[in-house]
């Protein structure tokens, strides 16, 4: 995100965007979140009550950060004419690829942002609105092809449910990935999915096992 430039005047009728990059940068360039509200607004002239007029604490900030991810991803998707054709495996995998592609552009606030935790992502709290909207289209998608879907045995709660599963795998595997472009999650993410899609089909144990030996040489190398 780009950043915002400290003015010698009191910013007025600050935008959402605006305080959240100002934020993010932040974070990166102290490696720590401001100490509370009143600094912050101090430090990036912000007037306060314009602050809380947008948000009701930093912690909301670091939860909005990551619902504007999800977001932009799925106005990414939604752009596309091809996508409403695809099956219900290719808009799942869509999904990831575009969400990750996001992540990667921001992928130093999320280290940031994920590591505050120990281990990492034991506190998954900032999260909470980006599940919701995450499994909410997932379930959107399954539904869409209701009457051909390969997945159409299982209910719907149950696949959001491991579909999300799924996603928090994938980031920790993201936040370790060490590869150029991030080139192992992108094989994860076709594996996991192609893995998912055949276990709920019961068609083979083929890619189970190909996605379980990427996964065990991975972890050694890590």
């Known amino acids: 995100m780009a950043t915002v430039k400290k003015t010698s005047k009191v910013q007025s009728k600050v935008s959402q965007v605006s305080v959240i990059e100002t934020y993010m940068n932040h974070c990166l360039e102290n490696n720590e979140a401001p100490k509370n509200v009143y600094l912050f607004c101090k430090q990036y002239q912000i007037v306060e009550s314009e602050f809380y ?74 999260l909470n609105e980006f599940r919701r909207t995450f499994k909410q289209f997932v379930t959107v998608i399954i539904t869409a092809n209701d009457s051909n879907s390969s997945l159409k045995t299982i209910t719907k709660p149950i696949y959001s449910e491991g579909a999300w599963i799924q996603f928090l795998f994938l980031l920790k595997f993201w936040l370790e990935d060490k590869s150029i472009g991030f080139e192992k999650t992108d094989i994860a993410i076709e594996k996991s999915v192609n893995t998912v899609v055949d276990l709920l089909q019961t068609k083979s144990l083929e890619n189970i096992v190909d996605f379980g030996k990427f996964l065990f040489k991975e972890m050694k190398s890590k």
């Open 53 to 126: 007029a947008l948000f009701s604490s930093l912690e909301m900030i670091n939860a909005e950060v990551w619902n504007q991810f999800l977001k932009n991803a799925i106005q990414v998707i939604q752009k596309d004419k091809a996508y409403e054709g695809y099956t219900d495996k290719n808009k799942l995998l869509t999904l990831y690829f575009t969400v990750f592609e996001i992540l990667n552009l921001n992928r130093s606030y999320c280290v940031f942002a994920l590591k505050q935790s120990r281990p990492p992502l034991e506190n998954l709290k900032d």
